[in-house]
């Protein structure tokens, strides 16, 4: 794990901000967290700072280019006390078509009780010392493979893979497998004899239609449809999130690319914690006519469980306390499957996937297979026609928690919480803070 040294952060700050540097470096500003309307605990925060374009902050500050920095926060008292050691928190810069250039993101640690606030202030004129908790295998040898604190996170297939069992139209890339609990236990699942066009954590489409064709993207091995790998954007690492952005090419029998797609995956690290967690969002545009997600059953962000699950007995659990059978065919906001990492084991595992308040259909239908195979997916269109068109992008957001152990309700609520309502983060004057 790289040892990163960075200082400047008062200016770095203050060119966020639009202020000077002698003002800051004098108190005059506050970063603030109000918890809302719920606790939080060990929640990710950020805020992207306004004003100065990226170019100036980039020109002051050449080492932003390069990717994520540490940023030392102390966080205050009522009275502007300093209550503990500085926080490590990260700030970078991020290339968007538009909005604010510079962002600040950092672990809300311990509890922070509902309707209250929690300030903090950069600290000037000391240098960071933080150890990256993240590690990424070099993308130009194989598949990324991302790690956190030297324990296996996931794998995210750059490349097509294939099975000797299965003929070459099952080979596939752009997805996540295989992913492991903090523990090491493998939970999801690829090539198995139950459907081996499941693969891991995924996105797909069943029932689409593309001009006057229905391409499949769900069931690769009828040779309709596939989604492909195209390209890598962005994988980097910081002292608490790791990046990955990639682009997806969704090719149709005889049409060629009919589909763009943008993955956008970000993991936090929550020191301690017995779940991982990270985000996935999904940018999607036509690139001609409009691709129609037509009513069915299934087909959308999936993840598929190993061959443990498979026997079980699977524990999965909704945001609306149904489990799998009862969960079937029914809108939720968030969907936990469990099931044993071992075969007759009682040591269990899973995935757990949220559906953002944003997403088309919100809350979307979710299919649980209800009888054997250990999978579930959000699926937009199963009421109503979806269309995705060649203008404005749709996009969809997801929060993946894996972790250790059985469905815990009251977690996932908090977790939940967490991720369609966050905490707001704003700037203050020190003066307005008080």
Request: charged share 20%.
């Amino acid at each position: 794990m790289a040892l990163m040294k960075f200082s400047l952060v008062t200016a770095i700050l203050a060119i966020g901000l639009g202020i000077t540097v002698d003002s800051f470096g004098e108190e005059s500003w506050v970063v603030v967290v109000r918890a809302g309307d719920h606790d939080r605990v060990d929640t990710p925060v950020r805020i992207d700072l306004n004003a100065a374009p990226g170019a100036e902050t980039q020109a002051r500050v050449p080492s932003l280019a390069t990717g994520p920095k540490p940023f030392l926060l102390k966080e205050l008292s009522q009275d502007g006390k300093t209550l503990h050691d500085p926080i490590v928190a990260q700030i970078e810069t991020l290339a968007r078509e538009s909005g604010p250039p510079v962002r600040l993101t950092w672990i809300l640690k311990g509890m922070t009780a509902a309707g209250t606030e929690r300030r903090f202030k950069a600290v000037s004129g000391q240098a960071v010392n933080a150890t990256n908790p993240w590690t990424l295998s070099d993308p130009t040898a194989g598949p990324l493979v991302l790690k956190n604190r030297d324990r296996p996170f996931f794998q995210y297939n750059t490349r097509p893979v294939s099975h000797p069992d299965y003929p070459p139209i099952q080979t596939r890339d752009a997805y996540l497998h295989p992913a492991y609990t903090p523990s090491g236990a493998l939970i999801t699942g690829d090539f198995s004899r139950h459907h081996p066009h499941h693969r891991g954590i995924f996105l797909a489409y069943t029932k689409t239609q593309v001009g006057s064709d229905h391409p499949d993207f769900w069931n690769i091995q009828s040779g309709s449809g596939k989604v492909v790998f195209d390209r890598l954007d962005r994988a980097e690492t910081g002292p608490v999130t790791a990046r990955i952005e990639s682009r997806h090419r969704w090719e149709a029998k005889g049409r060629g690319t009919v589909l763009n797609e943008r993955w956008q995956i970000e993991a936090y690290d929550i020191p301690d914690s017995p779940y991982w967690v990270f985000d996935l969002t999904a940018t999607q545009q036509a690139t001609g006519a409009s691709m129609e997600l037509l009513p069915y059953r299934y087909g959308g962000m999936a993840y598929r469980g190993p061959e443990p699950f498979v026997k079980g007995p699977l524990d999965v659990l909704t945001s609306e306390g149904r489990n799998r059978l009862g969960g079937d065919q029914k809108p939720t906001r968030w969907v936990d499957l469990t099931g044993p990492v071992e075969e007759g084991s009682d040591r269990y595992g899973g995935a757990m996937i949220l559906d953002h308040p944003s997403n088309v259909n919100h809350p979307t239908v979710a299919r649980i297979h209800p009888i054997l195979l250990p999978f579930f997916c959000y699926v937009p269109g199963h009421d109503v026609k979806v269309s995705i068109g060649s203008g404005e992008p749709t996009v969809f957001r997801y929060r993946v928690v894996i972790h250790d152990g059985r469905p815990d309700s009251k977690l996932n609520q908090r977790l939940w919480r967490d991720f369609a309502e966050p905490p707001v983060v704003v700037v203050e004057s020190k003066a307005a803070s008080r």
